[in-house]
Nanobody, 120 residues
């Protein structure tokens, strides 16, 4: 069974920083495309950033220059470094994976989410 577990969320003041982690298991991690999504109350889930198996990344315009996505294949972990946080960054952040596992050649997986609240 594939599991994605997010951690690192919390309450931070505007302008502050947080680093989110997503620990994956049961996934052929090194070959998977990984990403972060977020969902604020009353809004649709939106893409924050992605990183493919080759380490190439893309991010939404709203977070460019502030957020950095990365991965450590040896640790089966993906990260999101969030700097210069704004109140509008407040949301539940979800880890996403597209890749193979023991029983599927290719499938989509989601973590349970971690809350990020930016408030003074």
């Amino acid at each position: 069974q594939v599991q994605l577990v997010e951690s690192g969320g919390g309450l931070v003041q505007p302008g502050g920083s947080l680093k989110l982690s997503c620990a994956a298991s049961g996934l052929i991690f090194s070959l998977a495309t990984m990403g972060w999504y977020r969902q604020a109350p009353g809004k649709q889930r939106e893409l924050v950033a992605t990183i493919n198996s080759g380490g190439n990344s893309n991010s939404a315009d709203s977070v460019k220059g502030r957020f950095t996505i990365s991965r450590d294949n040896a640790k089966n972990t993906m990260y999101l470094q969030m700097n210069s946080l704004k109140p509008e960054d407040t949301a539940v952040y979800y880890c996403y994976a597209k890749g193979g596992s023991r029983i599927f050649v290719m499938n989509d997986y989601w973590g349970q989410g971690t809350q990020v609240t930016v408030s003074s």
